[in-house]
């Protein structure tokens, strides 16, 4: 049995290791949890005597199996979460990360079964973000972002990495949401911002912008 803040660290460090082959840095951990390195460096032993992590002082931290597992087990629910409360609830995909946030941690195992079931077995979050199997198995799939695109690129959007509740309205003003259709027509010199064909109109978004969004690429 784990605390709520101990697991938020477990989730916290999954998260940015999947953006770096080397070990998690503690100030960005730091960042990511929103504290002081020293409250981070005070947790890290916690979860290392616990065998949650593998961490060596001034190196990082990675998570060790039984970290990793845990990990996967609290991204599972809040992604599980977040479809219930778009699907069955109605809330809109900019409501719901921080309501999922507090029911992650809710442990039962039997509970996050029904609730899978429940929903039909879903492969993806309103985000877009991959729902990992009650065996913490991922769907292997293929995403970019869209900055990494070019000039005459046709793609899906499937997902996105940036989560607050201002960014998604305003994609949703620009009416880029999963599932849309877009083509890279322009992307400025001056400033990478890019102007996207999107069902017959045009839409200029910021370099800032397409960093966030995820595009299954054709």
Same mark, same amino acid.
């Given at each position: 049995?784990?605390? #709520?803040?101990?697991?938020?660290?477990?989730?916290? +460090?999954?998260?940015?290791?999947?953006?770096?082959?080397?070990?998690?840095?503690?100030?960005? +951990?730091?960042?990511?949890?929103?504290?002081?390195?020293?409250?981070?460096?005070?947790?890290?032993?916690? *979860?290392?005597?616990?065998?949650?992590?593998?961490?060596?002082?001034?190196?990082?931290?990675? *998570?060790?199996?039984?970290?990793?597992?845990?990990?996967?087990?609290?991204?599972?629910?809040?992604?599980?979460?977040?479809?219930?409360?778009?699907?069955?609830?109605?809330?809109?995909?900019? &409501?719901?990360?921080?309501?999922?946030?507090?029911? &992650?941690?809710?442990?039962?195992?039997?509970?996050?079964?029904?609730?899978?079931?429940?929903?039909?077995?879903?492969?993806?979050?309103?985000?877009?973000?991959?729902?990992?199997?009650?065996?913490?198995? #991922? &769907?292997?799939?293929?995403?970019?972002?869209?900055?990494?695109?070019?000039?005459?690129?046709?793609?899906?959007? +499937?997902?996105?990495?940036?989560?607050?509740?201002?960014?998604?309205?305003?994609?949703?003003?620009?009416?880029?949401?999963?599932? +849309?259709?877009?083509?890279?027509?322009?992307?400025?010199?001056?400033?990478?911002?890019?102007? *996207?064909?999107?069902?017959?109109?045009?839409?200029?978004?910021?370099?800032?912008?397409?960093?966030?969004?995820?595009?299954?690429?054709?």
């Amino acid at each position: 049995m784990h605390s #709520f803040t101990e697991e938020n660290y477990l989730k916290t +460090i999954y998260h940015l290791s999947q953006f770096t082959a080397s070990p998690v840095q503690t100030n960005a +951990i730091a960042d990511g949890m929103k504290t002081r390195p020293a409250s981070v460096t005070d947790m890290l032993k916690k *979860l290392s005597d616990k065998q949650l992590i593998d961490y060596i002082k001034y190196q990082g931290v990675t *998570l060790t199996e039984k970290g990793k597992t845990t990990a996967v087990g609290i991204v599972r629910k809040h992604r599980l979460w977040e479809v219930f409360l778009v699907e069955k609830l109605k809330f809109k995909w900019d &409501e719901v990360h921080d309501i999922a946030e507090e029911l &992650e941690h809710i442990n039962s195992a039997l509970l996050v079964e029904r609730l899978d079931e429940f929903l039909g077995f879903p492969k993806r979050d309103p985000h877009g973000d991959l729902i990992p199997d009650q065996n913490g198995f #991922f &769907e292997p799939v293929q995403n970019i972002h869209l900055h990494e695109m070019s000039c005459g690129n046709k793609g899906v959007i +499937i997902g996105v990495s940036e989560y607050s509740s201002a960014f998604l309205k305003h994609l949703e003003r620009l009416g880029l949401t999963i599932g +849309i259709i877009i083509e890279i027509k322009e992307i400025a010199d001056y400033d990478g911002s890019v102007e *996207l064909l999107v069902d017959g109109r045009k839409i200029n978004v910021s370099r800032e912008v397409t960093q966030h969004i995820l595009i299954n690429y054709k």
